[in-house]
């Protein structure tokens, strides 16, 4: 089965830069989706097609990919962008859809 | 605004069946692939089933394959998810969601989430 490897955890102080990494063998070929959770709270897409942001998403977020990794940066984090993120992609046949792990960021 | 609203969650005991609904509105429903993804208590998010615009093709996590089946009714903007012989391990936060357009496999928009508890 195709699985996606997330970091458990990230902890940064306000106004620092994360990045929250999500690798798979088969992310040369498919997209990678990231989505955040709040608490109590429905996911929301925060970006696309690896580093496509919606236009209601700030743009201190941003993505990028380097081989079978890819990365979710948010820049400047602020206390409100605290939550569980996790990225979504699919097997190398594109046709099995799989979330990583999921991350949870903490601000300190 | 995109709405996905889910209902037909509950207890139910262990062999028991749910039928959950998702109604839809905000969006042509026709046009786009739909999910379900739950939430089991504490964990993370787990794809179980998607189905295309018109219901040719539909797949299932094989956690789900040949217990869950997945509908859609276009014209009444609703999604459907028929759960059987559910177990304790389906307890969850069940979401309904839409794909990005024409992806079977990416989800842009998400519901609220019902809850599902299979225990006796």
């Known amino acids: 089965s195709f699985e996606l490897t997330q970091p458990p955890s990230v902890s940064v102080s306000p106004g620092q830069t994360a990045k929250i990494t999500c690798s798979g063998d088969?992310?040369?070929?498919?997209?990678v989706y990231w989505c955040q959770q709040k608490p109590g709270q429905a996911p929301v897409l925060v970006m696309y097609k690896d580093n496509q942001r919606p236009s209601e998403i700030p743009e201190r977020f941003s993505g990028s990919t380097s081989g079978t990794i890819v990365t979710l940066t948010i820049s400047g984090v602020l206390p409100e962008d605290e939550a569980d993120y996790y990225c979504q992609s699919a097997d190398n046949s594109g046709t099995y859809p799989v979330f990583g792990g999921g991350t949870k960021l903490t601000i300190l | 605004q995109v709405q996905l609203v889910e209902s037909g969650g509950g207890l139910v005991k262990p062999g028991g069946s749910l039928r959950l609904t998702c109604a839809a509105s905000?969006?042509?429903?026709?046009?786009?692939?739909m999910s379900w993804v739950r939430q089991a208590p504490g964990k993370g998010l787990e794809w179980l089933s998607y189905?295309?615009?018109?219901?040719?093709?539909?797949n299932y996590a094989g956690s789900v394959r040949g217990r869950f089946t997945i509908s859609r009714d276009n014209a009444k903007n609703s999604l459907y998810l028929q759960m059987n012989s559910l177990r304790a391990e389906d307890t969850g936060l069940y979401y309904c969601?839409?794909?990005?357009?024409?992806?079977?496999?990416?989800?842009?928009?998400w519901g609220q989430g019902i809850l599902v508890t299979v225990s006796s």
């Open positions: 189905i295309s615009s018109g219901s040719n093709q539909i």
């Open positions: 905000g969006f042509t429903l026709s046009d786009y692939y």
């Open positions: 088969a992310l040369t070929k498919q997209y």
């Open positions: 969601a839409r794909n990005y357009r024409d992806s079977n496999l990416y989800i842009d928009y």
